[in-house]
C-alpha cells in the first residue's frame, strides 16, 4: 500500500506504520483490490468517534495500470455493502481544489446515492499547513440512504 499510495500523487504519502495500523485496526472499513496478486487499489477509511453515522474516508489508491476502469467507484460501493458500513448516513472525505479525480469520484458517488456533495475548507493552507500544502476542503455527501433502501 506504501508503494502504491507513492505512486499515486497528489495523495499524501503516510508512514508504513500508519498503513499497517489502518489494515489492522481499521480493517472493516479498508477495502484492497488487487488483480493476479498485484495491488491495484487501496481504500481507507474510519469512524470518527464523535460522528458514529459518518465514515471519514482517508485516501483512495488506484495504481496507474487499473485507472480509468471504474476501480474507485467499484471499491467505495464494496466498502457501502459491508457491515461496517451500516447506519452510516454521511460519508466525508477531504481533497485538494486541484484534485480533479477524487471530485469526479465523489461526486458520481453523491448522484448514484440520490446525495448532495457539500464542500468547505477543514484544513487550511496558511492556518495549518504554514503554507506548505494546499487547503483541504471537505467533501460531505449526505444523505446517504440505508443499506435495505
Known sequence: MTALIAASPPLDINSAYCNLLQCTDFSDTCVLA??????????????????????????????????????????????????????????????????????????????????TLERSPRFERQAHFAGAHDTEWEARIAPLPTQSQ
Open 34 to 115: 488487487e488483480r493476479g496478486g498485484e495491488l491495484l487499489g487501496w481504500i481507507s477509511a474510519y469512524r470518527p468517534p464523535a460522528a458514529p453515522d459518518t465514515l471519514f474516508i482517508w485516501q483512495v489508491a488506484v495504481a496507474p495500470a487499473a485507472r480509468g476502469e471504474g476501480l474507485a467507484m467499484r471499491m467505495l460501493e464494496e466498502l457501502r455493502g459491508r457491515p461496517a458500513f451500516a447506519g452510516t448516513r454521511v460519508l466525508t472525505t477531504t481533497v485538494t481544489a486541484d484534485n480533479t479525480a477524487s471530485w469526479s469520484l465523489f461526486e458520481a458517488f453523491a448522484r448514484r446515492h440520490g446525495a
